[in-house]
């Protein structure tokens, strides 16, 4: 047996504390501009309407989705540094030119998208950032290192959102270099900033980043990603092949895992005003503050899954946190009797005050038909009357909301987590560069599509057949959990060379 030095020890950890902060950094960048991109869209090009903002904001995904394969091969063969010092400078090279779409005369929301969908494929990295640390960790390390990993994410997209609302501060004027064709404002501020940010992440590969490679007893080994640094290692033990039925099983609850958590993201907003009667800014404003709470919530559940795992293990922790999603979405079914305020009720005349989203008005066949003055600029509150299904369908309660958010706000992080560990360790020695690559694609997907279900299930059907859709789509993924449950172990236990 080759003994870790002291020495290797620490460069290897240093080397893992990169990684997490470029796993930071990649999520800094989708959510540091998210709540401004609507304004500076309309702002840059008046051509611009809600739909192509759906286009923008997906770019990102799929962006990430068509380069975490790629630069997971690239891993696979080459040392790692490459592909993380490429994938970060287009990363901060996209962020410069969102800086500068207000310059073209024409098409400035197709430079937008362009940017936005570079900063998605720079961020493909995170299949890079995966595989060195599952590489370059014991099997008693993984799980605390994966949490991490996650726990970086998570930071990084509580955090982007604050560094923007304090770029506010500058104004949507602030100042221009007429030198440099550079408008340093509320909208460009953020993207420099986290060209900065990437900057300072480059210099770091380079100067405190090192291949590290050890085999799940923590033991240091040789690997095709090797730089030449260390010579007392031993050779990589690849025997036996993949579970790939377990590697496919675990690929599609990461799918599900990553899409029920975009339904829920993207229902937030559209069902709170719906049953609510909330107006735009304060269902943004609300959900802003509940969505920074499960943040906070899911970060000291990657810190405490850590522990309960050396307990319990992984497959156990996933399938409770699954359940944990089940009854979330659950709870969110419409059981009570009392409808949700139209939104026709709530527009009656300018002298009416909007009703409390606790009371309920009059049936509306019972209203007087009173007309809006031509100067009203009352936003109309409710459930438009457009959905029809808001004519049936009771209303759901803030109670059953809040519950559900704690509920999922506690499952999500536990399968995240746990989905990444398991996958991490089926795979053993094996190269994981496009292994990871393919896990990374599939959020991303599943980023996309999460969108997509919103606007048609839920806008079309209403949320008793969304939440039951999604249910169904839960339970189905526990019974393959179930199925596969004893295929998911680690490499080195499913040869003998390692006891569970």
């Not at 949490?147 to 104004?171: K, M, Y």
């Not at 107006?279 to 899954?305: C, D, P, Q, W």
């Amino acid at each position: 047996d080759v003994v870790e030095t002291q020495e290797h020890y620490k460069s290897r950890w240093r080397s893992i504390w990169i990684m997490y902060l470029t796993m930071f950094l990649s999520s800094v960048g989708f959510s540091i501009v998210i709540m401004s991109v609507w304004p500076y869209l309309q702002k840059i090009d008046p051509t611009a309407d809600a739909s192509f903002l759906g286009w923008i904001i997906a770019s990102y995904s799929i962006g990430q989705m068509v380069a975490s394969p790629l630069f997971g091969l690239w891993s696979n063969y080459r040392p790692r540094r490459e592909p993380l010092v490429i994938s970060t400078a287009i990363s901060v090279a996209a962020n410069c030119l969102y800086a500068y779409v207000h310059v073209p005369h024409s098409h400035n929301k197709y430079y937008m998208l362009t940017a936005r969908a570079l900063v998605g494929f720079g961020a493909g990295n995170v299949a890079v950032v995966r595989s060195y640390i599952a590489g370059a960790t014991s099997l008693t390390e993984r799980t605390s290192a994966m949490a991490n990993t996650s726990a970086c994410q998570a930071v990084g997209f509580i955090l982007g959102p604050v560094f923007q609302t304090c770029f506010t501060l500058i104004g949507e004027e602030g100042v221009t270099w007429k030198f440099l064709c550079l408008q340093l404002n509320m909208y460009t501020a953020p993207v420099l900033f986290g060209a900065l940010l990437g900057v300072i992440n480059i210099i770091l590969i380079f100067a405190i980043f090192r291949e590290h490679q050890v085999d799940d007893m923590g033991r240091q080994y040789k690997s095709i990603n090797s730089d030449g640094e260390g010579s007392d290692v031993l050779d990589q033990n690849t025997e036996g092949s993949i579970d790939h039925v377990a590697v496919v099983a675990l690929n599609i609850l990461f799918f599900v895992i990553l899409f029920v958590f975009a339904v829920f993201e993207t229902i937030a907003t559209p069902l709170t005003m719906d049953m609510y009667s909330w107006t735009r800014k304060e269902a943004v404003f609300y959900n802003g503050i509940i969505l920074s709470a499960i943040g906070i919530e899911s970060v000291v559940v990657f810190m405490v899954v850590k522990t309960l795992a050396k307990k319990t293990g992984e497959r156990a922790i996933l399938h409770a946190g699954l359940l944990i999603v089940l009854v979330g979405f659950f709870i969110l079914l419409p059981w009570g009797k009392k409808l949700p305020n139209i939104q026709w009720q709530e527009i009656k005349n300018n002298s009416i005050p909007r009703t409390a989203p606790s009371e309920m008005l009059a049936p509306f066949w019972s209203l007087p038909e009173l007309q809006l003055p031509s100067n009203h600029t009352a936003e109309p509150v409710g459930c438009p009357v457009t959905q029809p299904w808001c004519l049936n369908t009771p209303m759901i309660y803030l109670a059953q909301y809040i519950s559900s958010d704690v509920l999922i706000g506690l499952g999500y992080p536990v399968c995240n987590v746990m989905s990444y560990t398991l996958y991490s360790k089926v795979l053993g020695p094996k190269p994981q560069g496009v292994y990871m690559g393919w896990l990374t694609a599939s959020g991303s997907g599943a980023r996309i599509l999460g969108p997509v279900f919103v606007s048609q299930i839920y806008t079309h059907l209403g949320p008793r057949w969304a939440f039951s859709l999604i249910c169904a789509v839960v339970v189905v993924s526990l019974l393959l959990l179930e199925i596969v449950y004893k295929r998911l172990i680690a490499f080195s236990v499913r040869y003998g060379r390692m006891q569970e």
